[in-house]
C-alpha cells in the first residue's frame, strides 16, 4: 500500500528520566499496558481528559465512509474513432475553391468546391429519366384502362407498368447519389422542377458540426473520387487513456466514474485491456469523457482519479481522516486510537490522499470497532508518550 508522503513531527530530543520528570510535574499517570496486535508488541498509555487538553491533543471520531477518489493516474486525451468524421471527394474533379481551411464548422457549411464532370454527367441522366418519366407514365395509364376491356395483352400492361418502376427505381436512386455528392435537397427539388443542368460545379460540405482540420489542397489541384482530403473532430466526447497497475485496473468495473482533476462531471470507463503491455506491465483503461464546455483538448495531458464506491475491493473498511493523523511508530504507518481515556498505535494501510485528508485502512480491522476515535492533532506528543512508556518498561525489565 502507498505511504509516501506521510505526516511525521519530531519533539526535541531527550532522556527517558526527563520525559518521566516532565510527565510526573505534569499530574500525568502513565500505565504501560501491552497491546494485543500481532505485528509489533506495543505499549499502550491511559490518559485523562484534562491531560489531553493540556498537552493539546485533538481528537476526532471517524465512521467507514462510502466513496473516496483513488490517487492520481497521469493520462492523454484522445477524440474517440466514433467522434471523427472523413471528409472526401464522392467524385473526381479539380478544385475550384477552398471556402475553409480549418476550424469550427457547421454541418452544411462549403469546404471545398470541385469542378467534375462526373458531376455534371450525373445531372444529365437525372434529367434523362425525369424526361422519361411522363411518356412511360402516360403508356402506363393507356395500358390499364385498355387491359380492362381487353383491347391490349395482359403482358403488355406488365410491361408499361415495368417500365415506370425501373425509371421511378433509377431516378431514387440516382437521387441518393447526387445528395451523398452533395447537392442538397432544394437543389434537387430545383432540378425536378426545371429539367435544366446548372453547372460543372459540386460543393463539398461538413457532414457535422466540429473542428475541421487543415486541408493540404489548394485551387487547380486535381483530385480523384474518394481522395481523403481532412477530418472534422467533435470535441464534446473524448477518450482518455490510462495506463494502470494490473491490481487497480482488475478491481475496476465497466462503467465506473473517474474523474479529470479541476474538471465538474466525471467520465465513465468503458474499455478494460484483458492483457497487461509487455514493457510497462501496466493495463490500458480508456474512460469516455464529457467536454461540453470544451475545457479539454485531445492530445493534453491529465490526471485522473477513479472514483470508488461501497463495497470497495478490500475487505477491511475505508475511512477518511486529517493528514495530520497519521504516524510513524516502530517503522510502521499507525494512527493513535482513543478509547476510554487509552490510547493505542493501530497499524494503517494509506489507500490515497484527498486535500489535506488522508484515506486509508485498517492493517487489523479488528482491533478496533467501525466507529473509533484517533487522535487528529498532537501525535508528535502521543509518540514521544508511547516511546518513553516504552523505554521505561524496556529498563525496568531490564534491572529486574
Known sequence: MISAGIHTDHLPHSSPSLWRRTLRSAGLMLTALMAS??????????????????LGLQTQTV???????????????????????????PLAGRVVQVHQLHGPVKAGDPIVTLES????????????????????????ERARRLSKTGAVSDKQYQEARAALNKNRQ??????QTLKLAGMTEAALQQLRQTQRIEDSKMNLR???DGLLETLHIHSGQRLPAQAAISRIRQAQTLALELS????KAQALSLNQPVEIEGTNQPGLVNYIAS??????????VHVRHPNADNQLMAGEMVQAHLLWQAPFNTPAPVYRAPSRALSQFDHQTVIYQ??????????VEVLSYEGDQVIFTLADPSVVTRTFTLISGGTSTVKSLLQTVAESSTEQGGQE
Not at 496486535?37 to 493540556?54: C, E, H, M, Y
Not at 458531376?119 to 444529365?124: G, P, S
Not at 433509377?170 to 437521387?175: A, C, D, G, I
Not at 482513543?338 to 497499524?347: H, K
Open 37 to 54: 496486535n500481532a505485528w509489533a508488541q506495543l505499549p499502550g498509555v491511559s490518559i485523562q481528559a484534562d491531560k489531553r487538553q493540556t
Open 275 to 284: 492483457e497487461l503491455d509487455p514493457l510497462t506491465q501496466t493495463v490500458t
Open 244 to 247: 494502470l497497475p494490473k491490481t
Open 170 to 175: 433509377q431516378r431514387q436512386q440516382l437521387s
Open 338 to 347: 482513543l478509547d476510554q481515556d487509552r490510547l493505542q498505535p493501530i497499524r
Open 117 to 140: 464532370a462526373q458531376w455534371l454527367d450525373l445531372q444529365k441522366q437525372y434529367v434523362n429519366l425525369l424526361a422519361d418519366a411522363e411518356p412511360l407514365n402516360a403508356a402506363y
Open 206 to 208: 461538413a457532414p457535422v
Open 63 to 89: 465512521s467507514p465512509i462510502k466513496t473516496y477518489r483513488s490517487l492520481g493516474y497521469y493520462g492523454h486525451l484522445m477524440t474517440p474513432s466514433t467522434h471523427q468524421w472523413q471528409v472526401a471527394t
